[in-house]
């Protein structure tokens, strides 16, 4: 059973900065795309900030130059390091994963379950 547990939501000051980690457990066999996606009240669920095997981070223009993905490989985590926040950026954020659980399955998304980013102006 693959699973997505989130880590470090919480409250804090417009100015602050929070870090998000997204550890993936159980059988996989392969892991691509990890991202991260963020959904406010009343708003569509919104891609925030993305990382694939071999490619370049890519971001959402609002969090660009403060908004930093990571990805430990060897851990299957992946990190979203959220600086200079404002009020815009509460939400609650999800981590997704591309996963392959065996060499004959085809990849498909995975969701954590989520985690609360409350910044007060």
């Known amino acids: 059973q693959v699973q997505l547990v989130e880590s470090g939501g919480g409250l804090v000051q417009a100015g602050g900065s929070l870090r998000l980690s997204c550890a993936v457990s159980g059988s996989i066999f392969s892991i691509t795309d990890m991202n991260w996606y963020r959904q406010a009240p009343g708003n569509e669920r919104e891609l925030v900030a993305g990382?694939?095997?071999?490619?370049?981070?890519k971001y959402v223009d609002s969090v660009k130059g403060r908004f930093t993905i990571s990805r430990d490989s060897a851990k299957n985590t992946v990190y979203l390091q959220m600086n200079s926040l404002k009020a815009e950026d509460t939400a609650v954020y999800y981590c997704?994963?591309?996963?392959?659980?065996?060499?004959?399955?085809?990849?498909?998304?995975?969701w954590g379950q989520g985690t609360q980013v409350t910044v007060s102006s």
């Open positions: 997704n994963a591309k996963i392959r659980v065996s060499p004959s399955t085809f990849r498909r998304d995975y």
């Open positions: 990382t694939s095997l071999g490619g370049s981070p």
